[in-house]
Nanobody, 123 residues
Framework: VQLQASGGGLVQAGDSLTLSCVASGRTFSRDAAAWFRQAPGKEREFVAG???????YYADYMKGRFTISRDNAKNTVTLQMNSLKTEDTAVYYCAGRQFYGGNYYAVDNMDYWGEGTLVTVSS
C-alpha cells in the first residue's frame, strides 16, 4: 500500500488549506484513515480520523476547524483545514488502519503511512 499526501504549503493565519491523501495498492474504503501531524521538536499527534463506516473523529483541540472526508471512488481522504493558526504549522501525515471501524487512533496502531506534507502558517 502506498499513500501519497499533497496540498501542503505556506499560508497566513486565518487562511484555509486542503490536504489530500491518495491510496494505491489497496481499496482505501475498507480501512480507517487518519491524519496526524508533527511539529518541530514535538511528537507526532492525532488530528482527525474516518473509519471504514464513514464515522469521523477529531482531536479535541481542532474545535471544529478541520473536516476529514473520503471519496471512495477516488481512493482519497481529504483534510479541509480552516482558520489556520501558527500553531498548526507541522508536517501532516496520512495513515491507514486495516478494516478498522472504531474511533481510536494512535501512532502505534496504524498499519501503514504516507510521507508527510509540510504546512506552514505564518502570522
Amino acid at each position: 500500500v502506498q499513500l501519497q499526501a499533497s496540498g501542503g504549503g505556506l499560508v497566513q493565519a486565518g487562511d484555509s488549506l486542503t490536504l489530500s491523501c491518495v491510496a494505491s495498492g489497496r481499496t482505501f474504503s475498507r480501512d480507517a484513515a487518519a491524519w496526524f501531524r508533527q511539529a518541530p521538536g514535538k511528537e507526532r499527534e492525532f488530528v482527525a480520523g474516518i473509519n471504514r463506516l464513514g464515522e469521523t473523529y477529531y482531536a479535541d483541540y481542532m474545535k471544529g476547524r478541520f473536516t476529514i472526508s473520503r471519496d471512495n471512488a477516488k481512493n482519497t481522504v481529504t483534510l479541509q483545514m480552516n482558520s489556520l493558526k501558527t500553531e498548526d504549522t507541522a508536517v501532516y501525515y496520512c495513515a491507514g488502519r486495516q478494516f478498522y471501524g472504531g474511533n481510536y487512533y494512535a501512532v502505534d496502531n496504524m498499519d501503514y503511512w504516507g510521507e508527510g506534507t509540510l504546512v506552514t502558517v505564518s502570522s
